[in-house]
């Protein structure tokens, strides 16, 4: 799967990226470029997720952070949320 067309970006989504430091910022628009050309770039590191979160995937912004999405057909993309590992929670 590659090529996504479109993200569609939650509220929670936007909350959350509203509150990450400006430099986690600037590099989460580098990945989502990268994303938006192939979502299993392996320097994205995506990987389904477990448990109560088990509908969804993740990729990494860097060591700390990353997003929270969901497939919704081939093109199309939701991001949930953003933030550090404890988003999980």
Do not use: Q
Request: hydrophobic letters at 30%; glycine letters at 2%.
């Amino acid at each position: 799967m590659a090529d996504v067309k479109k993200v569609i970006y939650s509220p929670t989504f936007k909350k959350s990226y509203k509150k990450l430091p400006k430099s986690v910022k600037f590099l989460a628009e580098k990945k989502e470029k990268v994303f938006r050309e192939n979502p299993f770039d392996k320097r994205l590191k995506t990987h389904k997720l477990h448990g109560r979160l088990k509908d969804y995937l993740s990729f990494s912004i860097n060591e700390e952070y990353r997003i929270i999405f969901e497939f919704i057909d081939e093109k199309t993309v939701y991001f949930h949320t953003t933030g550090k590992h404890d988003i999980y929670k």
